[in-house]
Nanobody, 124 residues
Framework: QVQLVESGGGLVQAGGSLRLSCAAS????????MGWFRQAPGKEREFVAA????????DYADSVKGRFTISRDNAKNTVYLQMNSLKPEDTAVYYC?????????????????WGQGTQVTVSS
């Protein structure tokens, strides 16, 4: 079992950057594929980025490719989402997610654990 706590959200201007962090509890963090999802007001929660257990593989939603980078530091039990060139369309609550079996967690139904979410607001 793992507990996830996101941080780093906030209000930024379009074109700006934020780095989100997701701190995980437990000594088995490296056994979990990790991902980021987001949910905008009135929208369904959607996949943003995923990273494998070792950090050697990753995947991104088309909408964020080239702008966002997911990374992890297993020694710190933390996964990050570096968000650059932010757009107003990126405004959402961002959720950290974990799965212990799949190589990359990219689907809502694959998520075993969710963080509480952190708000990202991008102003124009």
């Amino acid at each position: 079992q793992v507990q996830l706590v996101e941080s780093g959200g906030g209000l930024v201007q379009a074109g700006g950057s934020l780095r989100l962090s997701c701190a995980a509890s437990g000594r088995t963090f490296s056994n979990y594929a990790m991902g980021w999802f987001r949910q905008a007001p009135g929208k369904e929660r959607e996949f943003v980025a995923a990273i494998s257990r070792t950090g050697t593989s990753s995947d991104y939603a088309d909408s964020v490719k080239g702008r966002f980078t997911i990374s992890r530091d297993n020694a710190k039990n933390t996964v990050y989402l570096q968000m650059n060139s932010l757009k107003p369309e990126d405004t959402a609550v961002y959720y950290c997610a974990a799965n212990s079996r799949v190589p990359l967690v990219t689907r809502l139904r694959e998520v075993d654990y969710w963080g509480q979410g952190t708000q990202v607001t991008v102003s124009s």
